[in-house]
């Protein structure tokens, strides 16, 4: 996943890793954003509240691979969402109002897809990319 905002805010540089065996990796509330985040599982997925959270004037990179579990992302208003995700029980949901570009691509053997719309030329991008064989991708705008 990859957001972007047009902020005054420097980018954090770096990579938050989580990598576990059993578990997922959950981010909400009030906090700065590095410039990439890295969650690896065998069983875990990864959910995102990026809503208030402090984003770099540049993009940030979400990447998510587990073999069992999902990808669930929030993300500020005015953003625009572009996903790339494998699975293959699992499909993409998103729920984002009029105004918002989203950008869908990857593999779902077993599950429903949602399509793009477009959004503002100059907004926050978010891209999630997901890899797992069960899970699905689901995202929505605060």
């Known amino acids: 996943m990859e957001i972007s905002k047009n902020l005054s805010v420097p980018a954090v540089r770096g ?5 576990a065996l059993l578990g997922g990796l ?20 990864a959910k995102l509240d990026h ?3 402090q984003l770099p004037a540049g993009p940030t990179h979400l990447v998510k691979a587990s ?3 999902g990808a669930e992302l929030t993300y500020p ?9 494998f699975s293959v029980l699992g499909g ?9 570009t989203v950008e869908v691509s990857g593999f779902s053997l077993f599950g429903p897809r949602s399509t793009g719309v477009a959004g503002e030329v100059d907004g926050p991008v ?7 064989l069960i899970g699905g991708v689901k995202v929505r705008q605060a």
């Open 15 to 19: 990579t938050q890793w989580s990598v």
């Open 26 to 45: 959950k981010r909400d509330g009030a906090f700065r954003a590095k410039e990439r985040t890295v969650h690896v599982s065998a069983v875990g997925g």
């Open 51 to 53: 809503s208030e959270a």
């Open 67 to 69: 073999l069992v579990g």
């Open 77 to 85: 208003a005015g953003a625009s969402a572009e996903v790339d995700a």
């Open 92 to 100: 993409v949901d998103l729920a984002v109002p009029a105004g918002t």
């Open 126 to 132: 978010v891209k999630v990319r997901s890899y797992s």
